[in-house]
């Protein structure tokens, strides 16, 4: 996509008939993908040698992410997905498990999946991660587990969230399927609760083709994952419990091992975009940035920001498509929250009315920019000059009306 900057900013924008600033679509991903030379001629090898599975390359992939995060366990997977089933299910977990709604659908699928009850809880308004509070007030005698996620690369509050599992004594897992590069105060993310699963499918940041990583810091645990990945088998035929097939093939640990190379770099270049968009976007009324704490690190695996319609002078919905109309691709992650999606108002029977106000007032808010390791400074500047071109074109408090698209079924509210 090539830029057409500057765009005029006194003139409309392109939904009024102005002129994009994007005479191609710019994407709100673009996955970071290894060459065929930096695979060596892995495929080939892999090929001869008639080892397809439960070979040396996920071996590698293990040792190299184990000695990276300073775990003593990590378990490849087929997925963040059956990782975060197999988890659960190699804890022997019973009743309910505790969970944000502000998350992808996938983290309360492993629950669901379990046979488990998910419980919604909410977040912080700050770091959109779910809040220790929250899980202290939405817990019951039936909790058997925390599942938390690091929404966008962001950390959760790691010590809180510990201190809620400690008193209850129940698991405590994370689902780590943005932060893989992302730290804590130093520490890398990959080491805390029980178990952290991390997801390798062509967006996150490390990319297999299709592909999970369970890490933990518990023999117990691991090896019971190891078995649980392979049928629950541990080889003899006996299974021990009804587990998955949830292998990783050589195929894709090869291309996994080939993607770590370059994470450090692409953390680094996405985090100076970030920083790019914070500071442009500082001056644009009613749009804001969740926060990262200064000691700790994200990967920013999403750029979501918030929209406030009052203050911006429309919604986030329609704010997308004044954007696609500029050839900004944008996505709302996480709307509409888990709790509102179709597949858990009955499971959930009538406790997707539970009122989650944070939740509830974030997806109603949210809004996904692109953002991928290799887009230009100039191209970032090129879509906040867009935002910002919207924005003065409807701006309150110049007297425009505030700009809203009718809510259709998705964004139904409870009331
Ligand atoms: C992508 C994603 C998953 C699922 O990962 P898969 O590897 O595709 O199964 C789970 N949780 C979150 C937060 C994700 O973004």
């Not at 040792?63 to 190699?90: D, F, K, Y």
């Not at 201190?163 to 994370?174: K, N, S, W």
Request: one cysteine or more; a negative charge.
């Amino acid at each position: 996509m090539t830029l057409s900057l500057p765009i005029d900013a006194s003139g409309p924008p392109a939904m009024r008939g102005g002129t994009p600033p994007f005479d191609t679509l710019v994407p709100l991903a673009w996955p970071d993908v290894p060459s065929a030379d930096e695979l060596d001629g892995a495929v080939a090898r892999i090929l001869e040698s008639r080892v397809l599975t439960n070979g040396p390359f996920v071996r590698q992939l293990e040792q190299r992410v184990e000695e990276r995060l300073g775990v003593r366990h990590c378990i490849a997977v087929a997925s963040c997905t059956a990782g975060l089933t197999l988890v659960l299910r190699a804890s022997e977990l019973t009743g309910d498990v505790v969970l944000p709604s502000f998350t992808f659908t996938a983290t309360a699928h492993a629950v669901a999946w379990n046979g488990l009850t998910p419980v919604f809880a909410d977040v912080s308004p700050d770091t959109l991660t779910l809040d220790p509070s929250a899980v202290r007030r939405a817990v019951g005698v039936r909790c058997s587990a925390i599942v938390a996620t690091h929404t966008f690369g962001t950390p959760c509050d790691v010590e809180g969230l510990a201190q809620v599992a400690d008193e209850l004594g129940v698991r405590l897992v994370y689902d780590a399927a943005h932060a893989l590069g992302s730290h804590r105060d130093g520490v890398p993310i990959g080491g805390f609760g029980d178990a952290e699963v991390f997801s390798l499918s062509p967006t996150k940041m490390v990319v297999a083709g299709e592909g999970g990583l369970i890490t933990t810091d518990d023999d117990e645990l691991a090896e019971r994952c190891r078995i649980g990945r392979d049928y629950g088998n541990p080889g003899d035929y006996d299974c021990r419990f009804v587990g998955l097939n949830a292998r990783m093939s050589e195929f894709h640990a090869a291309v996994a091992i080939a993607s770590l190379e370059g994470l450090d770099a692409r953390v680094a270049r996405r985090n100076a975009l970030a920083e790019r968009y914070r500071l442009t976007l500082a001056d644009v009324p009613g749009l804001t940035m969740p926060s990262v704490a200064d000691r700790d690190g994200s990967t920013y695996k999403d750029l979501t920001v918030l929209v406030d319609a009052r203050r911006f002078g429309m919604d986030a919905t329609t704010l997308a498509t004044w954007l696609a109309a500029d050839n900004v691709e944008t996505r709302r992650y996480y709307a509409p929250p888990v709790h509102h999606q179709q597949a858990y108002r009955p499971r959930n029977g009538d406790r997707w009315r539970t009122s989650l106000p944070v939740t509830e007032q974030v997806a109603d808010e949210v809004l996904t920019l692109p953002l991928w390791s290799t887009m230009s400074e100039a191209q970032v500047e090129g879509v906040v000059a867009a935002l910002r071109r919207i924005q003065r074109h409807v701006d309150p408090a110049a007297g425009a009306e505030p700009v809203t698209l009718p809510a259709g079924p998705s964004e139904e509210r409870a009331s």
